[in-house]
């Protein structure tokens, strides 16, 4: 299964940009997606989940900013990103959390003045 997330690039503080990442539909109708993210010389970590019915969870650090969402026609999860701060600079990954378990490959996300 291949995965790519995509709609990372520079930004600055307090700007906005949306996430995207397709998957093949069979995969994404049973499975919960996941976004993550890895800064230099930090281990990954988990930034947002949305299981199969639309239900979501944050990690604090982005609780109120952040807003991951799911179209089920169009077999995609996004991550809204907005009031982005220097810390939230990193490589962001989508991953399909369940059964079909598969990470996608990452996407930089720069913020920066």
């Known amino acids: 299964v291949q995965l790519q997330a995509s709609g990372g690039g520079l930004v600055q503080p307090g700007g906005s940009l949306r996430l995207s990442c397709a998957v093949p539909g069979n995969i994404f109708s049973r499975n919960a997606m996941h976004w993550y993210r890895q800064a230099p010389g930090k281990q990954r970590e988990w930034v947002a989940g949305i299981n199969r019915f639309g239900s979501t969870s944050y990690a604090d650090s982005v609780k109120g900013r952040f807003t991951i969402s799911r179209d089920n026609a169009k077999n995609t999860v996004y991550l809204q990103m907005n009031s982005l701060k220097p810390e939230d600079t990193a490589v962001y990954y989508c991953?399909?959390?369940?059964?079909?378990?598969?990470w996608g490959q990452g996407t930089q996300i720069t913020v920066s003045s």
């Open positions: 991953r399909v959390f369940g059964p079909d378990d598969t």
